[in-house]
């Protein structure tokens, strides 16, 4: 991961995936200078990896929130500790 983007003890995954998306959507501009242009480079290449992390939380999410409201005591203890767990990845 860039040094950069992991200077922040809060949130550098939701950093670091912004930066990934903004890199694959403006790859590559003119005037912008050769370090700048291979770092947006690599992490448009993290393109596909971040795109399924977001899949996944979205589905575990997704899944805890409807044992949340459907389900008994123990899977709502599960769904608990799931969106927590979700939440916590992506705050590290």
Request: no cysteine; hydrophobic share 50%; charged share 15%.
């Amino acid at each position: 991961m860039n040094p950069s983007l992991v200077d922040k003890p809060i949130g550098s995954q939701l950093s670091y995936a912004a930066a990934v998306f903004a890199a694959k959507r403006r790859l590559v501009d003119a005037g912008l200078g050769a370090k700048e242009v291979e770092r947006r480079v690599t992490l448009a290449t993290q393109y596909s990896r971040v795109v399924m992390q977001v899949l996944v939380s979205l589905i575990v999410l997704l899944s805890a929130v409807y044992l949340l409201v459907t389900g008994n005591e123990p899977s709502q203890k599960l769904a608990s500790g799931l969106i927590g767990t979700v939440v916590g990845y992506w705050l590290r």
